[in-house]
């Protein structure tokens, strides 16, 4: 995994490209070390097939949840348990109406401690805190992607310091 550490006016970025699969392990691994992962929200970016619920499938088990790892595509959000704090795996793919928002109570565990994550956050950004850090995951090819970290907030750019270290 290469990776470069880009100088932000404001908040930093870090971009690195995955190589294979095993890459992608080393990378939620990296990401799972860093203490102010436990309450912070992460969007992941990048089109069909480039990799968002497999990342999120290492972090998860990296933050040593068990068992099996469902995809939250039709039930919104998926809660975990591990490394001693809450984890919510949002997939907003087939979110198209604010009041779920409300119905759903996303905004009670927005409000909650824990890891949040998202897949397709653009589709509720009108709801949606800011993102500590945006992840987007460009495919290269079949099995290369380009990934680009972006800090956000205090809570990211400390996150991303373990990314330059």
């Not at 690195?16 to 080393?26: L, N, P, Y």
């Not at 939250?72 to 001693?84: D, K, L, S």
């Amino acid at each position: 995994m290469s990776t470069d550490t880009i100088a932000s006016p404001r908040f930093p970025s870090h971009v690195c490209v995955w190589r294979d699969e095993s890459d992608t392990a080393a990378f939620a691994q990296m990401l799972a070390a860093q203490p102010a992962l436990a309450n912070a929200y992460i969007t992941l970016h990048g089109d069909l097939g480039a990799g968002k619920t497999t990342l999120v499938r290492h972090l998860l088990r990296a933050l040593g949840v068990q068992g099996r790892i469902k995809s939250p595509t039709y039930a919104v959000v998926e809660p975990h348990e591990g490394a001693g704090f809450s984890i919510s795996h949002f997939d907003f793919y087939r979110f198209d109406d604010p009041r779920e928002w409300e119905d759903a109570g996303f905004r009670d565990i927005f409000a909650s401690p824990g890891l949040k994550v998202a897949e397709w956050p653009e589709k509720a950004a009108a709801v949606t805190p800011i993102a500590d850090v945006a992840i987007s995951i460009e495919a290269i090819d079949e099995s290369e992607r380009r990934v680009t970290l972006q800090a956000n907030t205090a809570t990211g750019a400390s996150i991303l310091q373990g990314f330059s270290a």
